[in-house]
């Protein structure tokens, strides 16, 4: 089964936004670690999340055009 280009570009941004994600969750992770990400590590966190949200609705809508 051959995947032509476009999915390949498809499946290629969807996982380096992916893999952002899971770097800014690690990031936020040793930066709070101390605190056990109360107060704003665990804020921070959310925002990481909701921001993650709003970039795949971002990106889904550019690559459906």
Same mark, same amino acid.
């Given at each position: 089964?051959?995947? @032509?280009? #476009?999915m390949?570009?498809?499946?290629?941004?969807? $996982?380096?936004?992916? /893999?952002?994600?899971?770097?800014? &969750? %690690? =990031? %936020? /992770?040793?930066?709070?670690? #101390?605190? !056990?990400?109360? !107060?704003? =590590? /665990?804020? &921070?966190? $959310? !925002?990481?999340?909701?921001?993650? %949200?709003? $970039?795949? /609705?971002v $990106? !889904? %809508?550019?690559? @459906?055009?």
């Amino acid at each position: 089964m051959a995947i @032509d280009a #476009e999915m390949r570009q498809k499946i290629l941004v969807s $996982v380096v936004s992916v /893999g952002f994600f899971i770097a800014l &969750i %690690v =990031g %936020v /992770g040793v930066a709070y670690n #101390e605190s !056990g990400l109360a !107060g704003n =590590g /665990g804020l &921070i966190l $959310v !925002g990481t999340i909701a921001l993650f %949200v709003l $970039v795949m /609705g971002v $990106v !889904g %809508v550019l690559l @459906d055009r």
